[in-house]
């Protein structure tokens, strides 16, 4: 929300805290100090979204919202599209709009905006996004389907959620890891510092064991970091058939490569330290997060 809508929100909240007590009536939403750029829609001219990231609310969380608005009104408007004149669609605001119909609301205060399907599921998906509440896992499969469904890029979503690319690419990471990791990701069992070394380790099993050590020992990010350094340096000697001779750095570093990339890259070298590094990729799509971290343009 920019600064402009919050001071215009700020100047109508004072009008509905001075009587708190009382049940916000239409009358009284009209009657409040005008704020530039939002219009009073009446409820039963409001079609839900069809395109609401979020189906499961809360019974006991949208009467306690209601009790608020009983009391104290609507202090963030609802986004609302034009459909026809007397006929508009919810883009964002689904709790709000519910709970204002079990306060016995007639009317509310709607930011009225153009947007096309695809600007509306865009916008939908933002605003989950946004909830202070989420967990690192909705976080992330919230930015897939931003993807997949609204067709950007990973750096053009990165702009729209107003994230940098990496940390973007971090929460993206975190769905090529186990269901049962995922699960305790979801759960707070483990946090995502934790979730971000386990990247490092190449497979689902080690991933898994790492995950139930944390969870069972209650390790530090630090210790599980230094934990999967030391699993991946002996798998990737063993499955590397590495010499005495070879150098121990170049396997720490082609660790660092598979986190970066969220997926197994190998790297050789010789004694005239010229060699070769594979990214492999498990699809088109895996290709094109591949060039995306990369910065290459098709």
């Known amino acids: 929300m920019s600064a402009k809508q919050k001071n215009a929100l700020g100047r109508g909240l004072g009008a509905l805290l001075n009587d708190s007590s009382a049940a916000p009536s239409t009358e009284l939403m009209r009657k409040r100090e005008a704020r530039p750029g939002i219009s009073e829609v009446a409820l039963e001219a409001i079609e839900v979204n069809p395109f609401q990231p979020r189906t499961d609310f809360d019974r006991a969380a949208l ?4 009790q608020s608005i009983k009391t104290q009104g609507i202090i963030q408007p609802i986004t609302v599209r034009k459909l026809t004149e ?36 865009e916008m939908a998906i933002i605003e989950n996004i946004q909830r202070e509440n989420l967990n690192a896992i909705e976080i992330a499969l919230s930015y897939q389907r931003l993807m997949s469904e609204c067709n950007l890029k990973q750096e053009e979503m990165a702009d729209r959620v107003g994230k940098n690319r990496s940390t973007v690419t971090n929460y993206l990471r975190l769905l090529k890891l186990p ?21 490092g380790l190449e497979n689902a099993e080690a991933q898994l064991a ?14 599980v970091e ?3 350094k030391q699993l991946s340096g002996v798998a990737a000697k063993k499955e590397a058939g590495a010499t005495p001779g070879q150098d121990p750095a170049l396997y720490t570093l082609q660790t660092k490569l598979s986190s970066h990339f969220g997926t197994k890259v190998v790297l050789t070298a010789d004694s005239k330290n010229k060699g070769m590094i594979k990214i492999p990729f498990a699809s088109a799509q895996d290709l094109n997060r591949l060039l995306e971290i990369l910065d290459v343009s098709l």
């Open 63 to 66: 009467e306690e919202l209601a």
């Open 86 to 121: 007397n006929n508009y669609q919810l883009i964002t605001g689904e709790r709000r709009l519910q709970a204002a119909k079990l306060a016995g609301l007639k009317a509310l205060p709607a930011f009225v905006r153009t947007a096309n399907d695809q600007q509306m599921l």
């Open 179 to 199: 269901p049962d990791v995922q699960a305790a990701i979801r759960d707070k069992k483990i946090t995502m510092g934790h979730a971000r070394a386990l990247i």
């Open 210 to 223: 790492v995950c139930r050590k944390i969870i069972k020992e209650d390790l530090s990010v630090r210790k």
């Open 226 to 228: 230094e934990l999967v």
